[in-house]
């Protein structure tokens, strides 16, 4: 349109950043030049994988029925749905066609009264046999060829290679067999063709699959609803109209109108109107959140009551719920460092088991079994697929991952869960993370002949350039009053001790004792004020004016009320929990005995909290720090897992291995748990993958496995690993 012509000319830098995402960001890889399927969970080559983009990141596919599954899970489903019913179909023919020979055999010479053999010559047993198993081979197969066909394109040998491998060689076989016998070696009877072992193979294979992506759908269900929340279209006010355009094409800057009932489509500020709005299916927050004029929307949330006009701060790729889609994409299909091993012992192993398949071949045949041989390479062809390997890891990070997004808690990726099993120490910084970050003003104690008023009055004049939630309390305080403040020039924020002003062209100063030392005032005659205070657990300051000291001012934060349960969760669960702040030891002290924390590091500015996990670390503890994510940055990056407390709307900022969506801090336990719980998944799945392959590949060569048994056992061993994810759903978060 002309509208969107017009503003694009008029900032065109402005647009493509916000309209676009980066097509930097790809699907994590675990090695250069490699990546990991999201589907199945194998490492494969860039260069020649299938590719498909979603919200600005590219993804790499072992075959088209993984890219398949990832771009319509639904359509899929469906077509597998019915290569299934065609393999099974054939399969229970087959059955039924065989118990009805040897009925007719146990008949005696009645079965060759109705049995046409004589008749038409040409369908003999083994033509019966070709003429059911064709379309199983080939129609319920398909997938598996041209999967095949991917992996020899990329030269990448996957699970379908090897499948098509098998029941080809057994099919093809048994075509010569039927109808070409001299060709063979050894003189073979058309009662030994195993048109039935390639029927049987595909049969169990699609059904094992069938059931796995049936779970998976129901595990990986989190994305898909995060997908869900954003709408189709929007609302917005273009050249003074009203007009509904799809979603995608909403800008920066834009007005938005939401009506009731209807989702937000992007993140923004609330211009008109008031509402509740129902964040639950984004940040977990059961209770409808009030909106009016100034307060932020997150984009994907249910708008419930009023009409709200809003302008846009963020859309597409970067809103919030984008960012989250993106977090937890990411950590599915991110890989712990025991699943790495695994991947490059994956990456020898198939072309391994295709030599030992051809050696087992071999020997069975120079041993003077032709038929024996054939069946050893079909069964550890079969039986050796790695695909319970290759699933070990994303089938329990998808569920996990999941699991935690439902419940407001975002991890970033498999490392995180590796650290997070291994945590002995969580470090909680106190304000606005075991506090609610909103203090107020309990106590004006003025020294000689000073009024509270003016106490009040010089310090909140100080505290008007701060942003420190300490001195919005105090600004509020005079506000609340209504007192008239002095002209400020000169401000000065000192971090870790207070601020510094000039007022009515003399300095004043307003924080801890140290700063009033350093300037050669003295605190004595507060002293006993303070240390009463402080006792309290309350955050004493001292003012002072033209070098007088004219009393003193404390600011309390409350705890949250979830704080003391949250840090008696970690203590049951044998972790150590540190308090650090920057107050000073008497008042740190009293609020960790009330909140039931024995080890206190006080008197820390903002500056040395890296220093202190840096030095806990180097005792040899493995530090988790909970802090808000801005402020506390750096310590969340030095930290073996940060993690941050945030809201929606803060994601895209934070820093931290773990993210808390809801702003609980009992959510820091639940997260270290469901990390514990999903990576002890993680390690039975690798366990039971590898041991089923070592076992089973060795029987299989000495001639101890049926093909058909091989690949029942193949697909159950997938199966139970999809089945044992699953069950991460079941663990309950909240238990103390």
């Given at each position: 349109?002309?509208?969107?012509?017009?503003?694009?000319?008029?900032?065109?830098?402005?647009?493509?950043?916000?309209?676009?995402?980066?097509?930097?960001?790809?699907?994590?890889?675990?090695?250069?030049?490699?990546?990991?399927?999201?589907?199945?969970?194998?490492?494969?080559?860039?260069?020649?994988?299938?590719?498909?983009?979603?919200?600005?990141?590219?993804?790499?596919?072992?075959?088209?029925?993984?890219?398949?599954?990832?771009?319509?899970?639904?359509?899929?489903?469906?077509?597998?749905?019915?290569?299934?019913?065609?393999?099974?179909?054939?399969?229970?023919?087959?059955?039924?066609?065989?118990?009805?020979?040897?009925?007719?055999?146990?008949?005696?010479?009645?079965?060759?009264?109705?049995?046409?053999?004589?008749?038409?010559?040409?369908?003999?047993?083994?033509?019966?046999?070709?003429?059911?198993?064709?379309?199983?081979?080939?129609?319920?197969?398909?997938?598996?060829?041209?999967?095949?066909?991917?992996?020899?394109?990329?030269?990448?040998?996957?699970?379908?290679?090897?499948?098509?491998?098998?029941?080809?060689?057994?099919?093809?076989?048994?075509?010569?067999?039927?109808?070409?016998?001299?060709?063979?070696?050894?003189?073979?009877?058309?009662?030994?063709?195993?048109?039935?072992?390639?029927?049987?193979?595909?049969?169990?294979?699609?059904?094992?699959?069938?059931?796995?992506?049936?779970?998976?759908?129901?595990?990986?269900?989190?994305?898909?609803?995060?997908?869900?929340?954003?709408?189709?279209?929007?609302?917005?006010?273009?050249?003074?109209?009203?007009?509904?355009?799809?979603?995608?094409?909403?800008?920066?800057?834009?007005?938005?109108?939401?009506?009731?009932?209807?989702?937000?489509?992007?993140?923004?500020?609330?211009?008109?109107?008031?509402?509740?709005?129902?964040?639950?299916?984004?940040?977990?927050?059961?209770?409808?959140?009030?909106?009016?004029?100034?307060?932020?929307?997150?984009?994907?949330?249910?708008?419930?009551?009023?009409?709200?006009?809003?302008?846009?701060?963020?859309?597409?790729?970067?809103?919030?719920?984008?960012?989250?889609?993106?977090?937890?994409?990411?950590?599915?299909?991110?890989?712990?460092?025991?699943?790495?091993?695994?991947?490059?012992?994956?990456?020898?192993?198939?072309?391994?088991?295709?030599?030992?398949?051809?050696?087992?071949?071999?020997?069975?045949?120079?041993?003077?079994?032709?038929?024996?041989?054939?069946?050893?390479?079909?069964?550890?062809?079969?039986?050796?697929?790695?695909?319970?390997?290759?699933?070990?890891?994303?089938?329990?990070?998808?569920?996990?991952?999941?699991?935690?997004?439902?419940?407001?808690?975002?991890?970033?990726?498999?490392?995180?869960?590796?650290?997070?099993?291994?945590?002995?120490?969580?470090?909680?910084?106190?304000?606005?993370?075991?506090?609610?970050?909103?203090?107020?003003?309990?106590?004006?104690?003025?020294?000689?002949?000073?009024?509270?008023?003016?106490?009040?009055?010089?310090?909140?004049?100080?505290?008007?350039?701060?942003?420190?939630?300490?001195?919005?309390?105090?600004?509020?305080?005079?506000?609340?009053?209504?007192?008239?403040?002095?002209?400020?020039?000169?401000?000065?924020?000192?971090?870790g001790h207070g601020a510094r002003a000039m007022l009515e062209g003399k300095p004043a100063l307003l924080g801890n004792r140290r700063l009033?030392?350093?300037?050669?005032?003295?605190?004595?005659?507060?002293?006993?004020?303070?240390?009463?205070?402080?006792?309290?657990?309350?955050?004493?300051?001292?003012?002072?004016?033209?070098?007088?000291?004219?009393?003193?001012?404390?600011?309390?934060?409350?705890?949250?009320?979830?704080?003391?349960?949250?840090?008696?969760?970690?203590?049951?669960?044998?972790?150590?929990?540190?308090?650090?702040?920057?107050?000073?030891?008497?008042?740190?002290?009293?609020?960790?005995?009330?909140?039931?924390?024995?080890?206190?590091?006080?008197?820390?500015?903002?500056?040395?909290?890296?220093?202190?996990?840096?030095?806990?670390?180097?005792?040899?503890?493995?530090?988790?720090?909970?802090?808000?994510?801005?402020?506390?940055?750096?310590?969340?990056?030095?930290?073996?897992?940060?993690?941050?407390?945030?809201?929606?709307?803060?994601?895209?900022?934070?820093?931290?291995?773990?993210?808390?969506?809801?702003?609980?801090?009992?959510?820091?336990?639940?997260?270290?748990?469901?990390?514990?719980?999903?990576?002890?998944?993680?390690?039975?799945?690798?366990?039971?993958?590898?041991?089923?392959?070592?076992?089973?590949?060795?029987?299989?060569?000495?001639?101890?496995?049926?093909?058909?048994?091989?690949?029942?056992?193949?697909?159950?061993?997938?199966?139970?690993?999809?089945?044992?994810?699953?069950?991460?759903?079941?663990?309950?978060?909240?238990?103390?």
């Open positions: 349109s002309t509208h969107c012509l017009q503003e694009f000319e008029a900032d065109p830098a402005k647009h493509v950043h916000a309209g676009t995402a980066p097509h930097a960001h790809t699907a994590p890889a675990t090695i250069e030049g490699k990546a990991k399927d999201p589907i199945c969970g194998m490492v494969i080559d860039k260069s020649g994988a299938l590719t498909t983009e979603r919200a600005g990141r590219t993804y790499y596919f072992c075959s088209t029925g993984c890219k398949l599954t990832f771009d319509s899970p639904e359509r899929e489903l469906k077509a597998m749905r019915t290569r299934v019913a065609v393999a099974l179909s054939g399969v229970l023919v087959l059955a039924v066609m065989r118990a009805a020979v040897f009925l007719g055999l146990a008949g005696g010479a009645m079965t060759l009264t109705w049995v046409p053999f004589d008749v038409l010559p040409w369908f003999t047993w083994g033509v019966w046999m070709m003429i059911l198993v064709t379309p199983v081979q080939f129609i319920g197969g398909w997938g598996f060829y041209k999967g095949a066909w991917q992996s020899i394109k990329t030269r990448t040998i996957n699970m379908d290679f090897l499948i098509a491998l098998g029941t080809s060689v057994a099919y093809f076989y048994s075509v010569a067999v039927v109808f070409f016998p001299s060709v063979l070696p050894v003189a073979v009877e058309e009662r030994q063709s195993y048109f039935e072992v390639s029927a049987v193979i595909i049969a169990f294979v699609l059904l094992g699959k069938y059931m796995e992506e049936i779970i998976k759908k129901r595990s990986s269900a989190a994305v898909r609803k995060l997908m869900d929340l954003k709408p189709a279209t929007a609302r917005v006010i273009r050249d003074g109209q009203e007009m509904e355009v799809p979603a995608e094409s909403v800008m920066v800057d834009e007005i938005v109108v939401v009506r009731p009932g209807e989702k937000i489509p992007a993140d923004g500020v609330v211009l008109e109107g008031s509402s509740s709005v129902n964040e639950a299916m984004l940040t977990g927050e059961a209770m409808p959140v009030e909106k009016s004029s100034g307060a932020k929307v997150i984009g994907g949330t249910l708008n419930q009551a009023g009409v709200l006009r809003f302008k846009t701060t963020r859309v597409g790729a970067e809103t919030a719920l984008a960012q989250i889609i993106k977090l937890v994409e990411e950590a599915q299909a991110s890989s712990a460092p025991i699943q790495r091993i695994a991947d490059q012992v994956t990456g020898y192993f198939v072309p391994a088991v295709v030599l030992v398949a051809f050696a087992a071949f071999a020997g069975w045949w120079l041993m003077g079994n032709f038929p024996q041989g054939l069946m050893a390479f079909i069964a550890v062809l079969i039986i050796s697929c790695p695909c319970a390997l290759g699933i070990a890891t994303p089938a329990a990070l998808m569920v996990g991952v999941g699991k935690g997004a439902e419940a407001g808690i975002l991890i970033r990726g498999a490392e995180v869960l590796e650290r997070a099993r291994q945590l002995t120490t969580v470090v909680f910084d106190k304000t606005g993370t075991l506090t609610r970050g909103e203090p107020n003003v309990t106590d004006i104690v003025p020294i000689a002949h000073h009024s509270e008023e003016e106490l009040l009055r010089f310090a909140a004049a100080v505290e008007q350039g701060s942003e420190h939630p300490l001195g919005a309390a105090i600004v509020r305080a005079g506000k609340h009053r209504n007192l008239a403040l002095p002209k400020v020039s000169d401000f000065t924020a000192i971090a009033l030392q350093q300037e050669g005032i003295t605190t004595n005659q507060a002293e006993d004020s303070m240390t009463r205070l402080e006792a309290q657990g309350k955050t004493a300051m001292l003012l002072a004016y033209d070098g007088t000291l004219l009393g003193v001012i404390a600011v309390a934060d409350t705890l949250k009320p979830e704080a003391r349960e949250a840090v008696q969760s970690l203590v049951q669960e044998g972790i150590e929990v540190i308090l650090l702040t920057g107050d000073n030891p008497r008042t740190a002290n009293a609020i960790a005995h009330e909140l039931g924390i024995e080890h206190v590091i006080a008197e820390v500015l903002p500056g040395e909290k890296a220093q202190v996990i840096h030095d806990l670390q180097a005792q040899g503890k493995v530090v988790a720090m909970v802090g808000d994510g801005v402020n506390d940055a750096p310590a969340l990056a030095t930290a073996d897992v940060g993690i941050a407390i945030g809201s929606g709307s803060d994601v895209a900022k934070e820093t931290g291995g773990i993210i808390l969506v809801r702003n609980d801090v009992r959510d820091v336990a639940a997260s270290i748990r469901l990390s514990r719980a999903t990576l002890r998944k993680i390690k039975q799945n690798l366990f039971w993958a590898f041991i089923y392959n070592t076992v089973s590949i060795p029987v299989a060569a000495f001639g101890f496995l049926n093909p058909i048994i091989a690949a029942a056992a193949m697909a159950l061993s997938s199966l139970s690993v999809i089945v044992n994810s699953a069950l991460l759903k079941r663990e309950k978060l909240s238990e103390i």
